[in-house]
């Protein structure tokens, strides 16, 4: 890494930057469960749920079947399902389909973990005391659009495509290419509450403080482009 990590700090700088209004996730795929953390108890309807809980500033681990009731979560995170869940795996993917919301054939496209996670650490990017996996940001288009020429001037910019349903596998897509721009699906933006103005980036952690060092030649650079801009749109436009 470019930079030392002080989680605290980076969330911050980045947070003065983007003005986003939710704290950023991150995610951390484990091969033993944590100690001396504490585990979720309870229910969620999906494994981007828990996005939500650690943006409001929560600290914990899942286990697999924490993401059984999520067909396509656990799908991207490589859980196998239990043999009476499976059912319910095909039961929503033939509704997906009969929707035309997705074609059989983009299934084995869809990004996914290359190994079973044994737990998944969820907490907000400032409370994360060693470096995650991968740091989920949800921001409005100006916001992302920073981060986005950040992750560029850093050298760690995926050269992906914008992606699309589910946006659960901008995860894996991150860790495997790099940066991922995330437009955000019809089930995220219910389970999570985000905004129809807002989107994702996702870094890899491992990223974030060279994204952050950058941020700050980007921000002063957007600034004065926006006033550059302004005076010419003054000057030279005529209607």
């Given at each position: ?9 980076l969330?911050q700088?980045?947070a003065t ?7 950023p996730?991150?995610v ?5 469960l944590?100690?001396?953390l504490n585990?979720?108890e ?9 996005w939500?809980?650690?943006?409001e500033g929560?600290?914990f681990y899942t ?18 399902l239990?043999?009476?869940r499976?059912?319910?795996t095909e039961?929503?993917?033939k509704l997906m389909?009969?929707?035309g919301?997705?074609?059989?054939e983009?299934?084995p496209?869809i ?5 079973a ?7 907000p990017l400032g409370e994360?005391t060693?470096?995650p ?16 020429e950040?992750?560029n ?5 995926s050269g992906?495509?914008a ?11 991150s860790?495997?290419h790099g940066?991922i721009?995330s437009?955000?699906?019809i ?8 905004g129809?103005?807002e989107?994702?980036?996702?870094l890899?952690?491992?990223?974030v ?16 482009l ?7 749109r003054?000057?030279?436009?005529t209607?």
């Open positions: 890494m470019s930079a030392t990590w002080n989680a605290k700090e969330e700088q980045i930057v983007t003005k986003a209004a939710r704290r996730v991150a951390t795929f484990l091969e033993q944590p100690a001396n585990k979720f309870g229910t969620e309807p999906s494994s981007c749920s828990f939500r809980l650690a943006a929560r600290t286990v697999p079947d924490n993401h059984f009731n999520c067909a396509v979560g656990a799908y991207t995170h490589n859980i196998a239990s043999p009476e499976e059912k319910e039961q929503t993917l389909f009969d929707l919301y997705v074609k059989p983009e299934v496209q990004p996914r973990l290359a190994k996670p044994k737990a998944i650490l969820y907490s994360a060693a470096v996996d991968v740091v989920l940001f949800a921001a409005k288009p100006a916001g992302a659009m920073l981060l986005q950040a992750a001037r850093a050298g760690v910019g992906a495509p992606l699309g349903r589910p946006t659960c596998m901008a995860l894996p897509a860790l495997q940066t721009t437009l955000g699906c089930g995220n933006r219910v389970y999570t509450g985000l129809e103005d989107m994702y980036i996702v890899r952690g491992k990223d403080p060279a994204v952050a060092e950058a941020l700050k030649t980007i921000g002063s650079a957007n600034a004065a926006h006033a550059y801009a302004k005076g010419r003054e000057q030279l436009s209607l």
